[in-house]
């Protein structure tokens, strides 16, 4: 007899965001969805299995069969800049400001 280990290991990737510590699971085994990482100027919009491209959002019901690498996705704040005059007196309004 042999004895065989089937710990996977699943890494995360945060793309310029805070360390998130990976997670190791037995073959078939799950994962559960780390606290979301942050990025300043950033909005996270979620782990995905592909990088760069981001058109395969991980689905954390999904079970581990392999070695895995999920790559967080940002999307640029947008913010509304409201223009007042020393009176208070709106000036202008821009929104989707990027910060």
Not at 83 to 90: E, L
Request: glycine share 8%.
């Amino acid at each position: 007899m042999y004895a065989k280990w089937t710990d996977f290991k699943v890494t995360f990737n945060s793309n310029g965001g805070s360390a998130v510590d990976p997670q190791f699971t037995d073959d078939g085994g799950y994962i559960t969805e780390p606290t979301a990482p942050t990025k300043t100027g950033n909005d996270f919009m979620g782990w995905y299995t592909d990088d760069g491209t981001f058109l395969n959002e991980y689905n954390f019901s999904t079970a581990i069969t392999a070695n895995l690498t999920l790559h967080a996705k940002w999307q640029a704040s947008t913010y509304t800049v409201i223009w007042k005059n020393a009176n208070g007196t709106v000036l202008e309004t821009d929104t989707d400001v990027q910060y």
